[in-house]
């Protein structure tokens, strides 16, 4: 099993920026690909963006608007993603996830086969 820590929220005002980061280990970093998510308070964790296995493959949730960047290193076994543009209502916990199973990832599932605990993004007006 592969394990996942999120690093890199914290507050900013609106329209400013954030990189956050998922440093995994145990298994092969390889065989999963990686999809971020966020919660806010009183609202269901939703899905936002999706790297596959190769760094190639990319997905991105509507509300994003070309706002934020998904990306991974092989080499430092981790992921990115890159926050810009920031509003108010981008506040959240931002979980990184991990799956084999491309279809899953993309596939409106929250039953993944890793998750991370999650890094707070507070953006202020």
């Known amino acids: 099993q592969v394990s996942l820590v999120e690093s890199g929220g914290g507050e900013v005002s609106t329209g400013g920026s954030l990189r956050l980061s998922c440093a995994a280990s145990g298994s092969a970093f390889t065989d999963y690909n990686l999809a971020w998510f966020r919660q806010a308070p009183g609202k269901e964790r939703e899905f936002v963006a999706a790297?596959?296995?190769?760094?190639?493959?990319?997905y991105y949730a509507d509300f994003v608007e070309d706002r934020f960047s998904v990306s991974r290193s092989n080499v430092k076994y981790e992921g990115y993603l890159q926050l810009n543009s920031l509003k108010p209502e981008d506040t959240a916990v931002y979980f990184c996830?991990?799956?084999?199973?491309?279809?899953?990832?993309?596939?409106?599932?929250?039953?993944?086969?890793?998750w991370g605990q999650g890094t707070l993004v507070t953006v202020i007006s």
């Open positions: 790297v596959d296995w190769s760094g190639i493959g990319k």
């Open positions: 996830a991990a799956d084999r199973n491309w279809g899953r990832v993309v596939g409106n599932t929250r039953h993944l086969e890793a």
